[in-house]
């Protein structure tokens, strides 16, 4: 049958029978349209207003135990606990609780969805949010414990009418300063002044580089290349010796955040997975083009990271070791890092 003549979820559904398990946001691009396209399609799908996103997402701790999901190109990070703690101050909040720690930037979400679905694994419900692209930031799904009646309360209290999505165009990233624009002496001197870890951020945005730029006009000795599969072998070394790490990922409107030890390290075809009880994380790794290894001063002593890039210089997946309010990264952690392959033609 001619899939233009096939209705957008008539279309989904025979590509997943064509494509087992593929990813709504893999599907969305096959199929030519925004994944925030595709829900809105589906008939299992309410609107929710938008207005008070603070409110929205701050109506998700009652629902009970929760999956939250966030993602970009390469990376998916899921973490299962409770979504509760939500605090804002105007368009940047944080929801810090036992498993489900989250960081979020609300400048780009336009668009959320309560959904339910039909397939193989049964019944699923979920709230889902898009930006203005319709590209997801933020999933949560329902668990078998979770509230049911939470979540019609939620949708009923949230429920609006829209219009079909008309996602904007994505315009191209900025192109990164030439090295030779960049006075890399300041750069360097004040990478080696910093005594919080957080002023990180404001010293890129002072210089004007992306993060990958940063770390090739590192001061010596500070940062350096390591082998792309040096994330399989950190952590299955993680997972070998109980060092707790922290595991940050997901996109410009959230960022995910695991902390402590793991378990169960897998490859499935080009996927590096943990798949942990609370805790699962999915690395497309052919996307991941560039690993970094980074020292940078705290305010209690160096902090050490293994950085992920695509060829588009997009942060994918940063790991830190677990570090206590007031106590500095534990030297276990600093070790695993500093025996990764180096880069050919690189300095550690």
């Known amino acids: 049958m001619d899939m233009a003549n096939l209705s957008l979820i008539e279309q989904l559904a025979r590509l997943r029978e064509e494509v087992p398990g593929v990813y709504p946001r893999d599907a969305a691009r096959h199929l030519g349209v925004t994944e925030c396209e595709l829900v809105h399609a589906d008939p299992g799908a309410s609107a929710l207003d938008t207005a008070d996103l603070p409110a929205l997402l701050s109506a998700i701790e009652p629902l009970g135990e929760v999956m939250a999901l966030a993602r970009n190109d390469a990376c998916v990070h899921e973490l299962v606990g409770y979504y509760g703690n939500v605090q804002f101050e105007g368009k940047v909040g944080l929801a810090i609780n036992e498993v489900i720690d989250l960081r979020f930037f609300l400048y780009g979400w336009a668009y959320a969805y309560a959904l339910v679905t039909n397939d193989a694994r049964g019944e699923r419900r979920s709230l889902q949010f898009f930006d203005k692209h319709g590209t997801a930031i933020q999933k949560v799904f329902l668990r078998p414990d979770s509230d049911v009646a939470a979540f019609d309360a939620l949708v009923r209290r949230f429920a609006t009418q829209r219009d079909e999505p008309s996602p904007e165009p994505v315009a191209p990233a900025p192109a990164e300063l030439a090295d030779s624009e960049i006075d890399a002496a300041a750069f360097q001197s004040e990478w080696l002044a910093l005594r919080d870890v957080h002023g990180f951020h404001p010293l890129l945005r002072r210089h004007r580089l992306t993060r990958r730029q940063a770390f090739r006009l590192a001061p010596p000795g500070q940062a350096w290349r390591v082998r792309t ?3 399989e072998t950190l ?4 997972a070998a010796t ?16 695991h902390t402590g030890t793991i378990d169960r390290v897998e ?5 590096l997975n943990i798949l942990d009880p ?3 994380l999915h690395l497309d790794m052919p996307k991941v083009t560039e690993a970094w290894v980074a020292h940078k001063p705290g305010d209690n002593g160096v902090v050490t990271s293994l950085e992920l890039f695509d060829a ?3 942060s994918l997946l940063t790991l830190f070791g677990e570090r206590k309010g007031g106590h500095s990264e534990r030297p276990e952690w ?7 392959s180096v880069l050919e033609g690189e300095d550690a």
């Open 229 to 231: 599969d040096a994330v």
């Open 235 to 238: 952590l299955r070394r993680v």
């Open 242 to 257: 109980r060092v707790p790490m922290m595991a940050f990922a997901g996109n410009s409107g959230v960022i995910q955040i």
């Open 267 to 271: 490859v499935r075809g080009n996927w």
């Open 278 to 280: 609370a805790f699962s």
């Open 312 to 314: 588009a210089g997009v």
């Open 334 to 340: 600093r070790k695993l890092l500093c025996e990764l």
